[in-house]
């Protein structure tokens, strides 16, 4: 009668039949490390526990995406420093400090890197001009919010690409962060939770002319609130079942400093200011015509 198997035999056995070993080469695995059982004790063990040969998981994996965990948060989006409209910032900044906002979110385009394209060559700009100017907008929403989380967007990967990828988008901002609370991340979004709601902040690949329209799509496809940037439009609306909040943020450039706006002609839309306060999960969208409506409501 043969011996019952032991829970390191067992272990042993499954381990090779699921590393794709026959029976014939587990036989000879067990007998020349000392393990007395037969060909057919073998085969019929594995047939009965019903083990079989299995794929490895990939080793690649991403991180996990950030989380900016605020009640009541500011979102910008395409600052584009040094081409920065920074009495825009500031406007929005002390509203959302006189509505207790804690929470600071940047989707994308903080700098605009100029000083690699083709653009900021022709009117000087350098990269020295470009980070001290960053370094500068990220100090002042470091020292007026708690939680703080920044993601690059298309113009961060210029330089990624001119290092040929030798540094990571997260790694670029990181070069304008003092306080070591500050999140970046390698994507181009993140998440907020605020009021029990979630929204995907985005710099998306896509650009359209239509106001929102990008975030409507992106609201569809993932199931979620989204609040973007890079189109540097404006508009808030619903997916088109009624489900989630797709919202254009509008940018914080100053479109007039930016040449290849104002040099060249096109028939896209004009840039607009614009931000984002999310209060309790209820998205306010704060444009030009409507900041002095919200500076005077009483705090909510």
Same mark, same amino acid.
């Given at each position: ?17 699921? &590393? ?55 979102? @910008?989006?395409?600052? #584009?420093?040094?081409?920065? #409209?920074?009495? +825009? ?9 006189? +509505? ?46 708690? #939680? ?16 040929? #990828?030798?540094?990571? @988008?997260?790694?670029? @901002? ?41 975030? &409507? ?26 489900? +989630? ?29 614009g931000a984002v306060i999310v209060m309790e ?20």
């Open positions: 009668m043969p011996s019952e198997w032991s829970p390191p035999e067992l272990a042993l056995l499954k381990e090779l039949v699921e &590393q794709g070993l026959n029976d014939a080469q587990i036989f000879e695995r067990f007998q020349s490390g000392g393990i007395s059982r037969t060909y057919k004790g073998i085969q019929i063990k594995r047939q009965r526990k019903g083990w079989r040969a299995r794929m490895k998981p990939s080793p690649f994996n991403l991180d996990k995406a950030a989380l900016l965990e605020a009640d009541r948060a500011l979102l @910008l989006f395409d600052i #584009h420093a040094p081409l920065h #409209h920074a009495i +825009w910032i500031e406007r929005v900044i002390d509203l959302a400090l006189k +509505w207790k906002v804690t929470g600071v979110g940047v989707g994308g385009d903080i700098v605009d890197f100029s000083s690699v394209s083709y653009w900021g060559r022709t009117i000087g700009i350098e990269l020295d001009d470009e980070e001290e100017a960053a370094t500068n907008v990220v100090m002042v929403l470091e020292k007026n919010f708690k #939680h703080k989380v920044l993601c690059g967007g298309n113009h961060e990967m210029r330089v990624v690409r001119k290092l040929e #990828h030798a540094k990571k @988008l997260g790694s670029v @901002l990181d070069g304008f962060c003092g306080d070591p609370t500050t999140v970046t991340t390698d994507r181009k979004w993140f998440w907020l939770e605020s009021g029990g709601q979630k929204f995907r902040v985005a710099h998306p690949k896509n650009y359209n002319r239509i106001p929102a329209r990008t975030a &409507q799509a992106l609201a569809s496809k993932y199931r979620c609130n989204v609040i973007g940037g890079h189109n540097h439009l404006w508009g808030q609306t619903r997916d088109v079942s009624n489900g +989630w909040w797709a919202i254009d943020a509008g940018c914080c450039l100053d479109a007039k400093r930016v040449g290849y706006l104002e040099e060249e002609m096109s028939t896209n839309p004009q840039a607009v200011l999960g209820i998205p306010v969208l704060l444009g030009q015509d409507n900041i002095e409506f919200y500076e005077r409501c009483a705090v909510p």
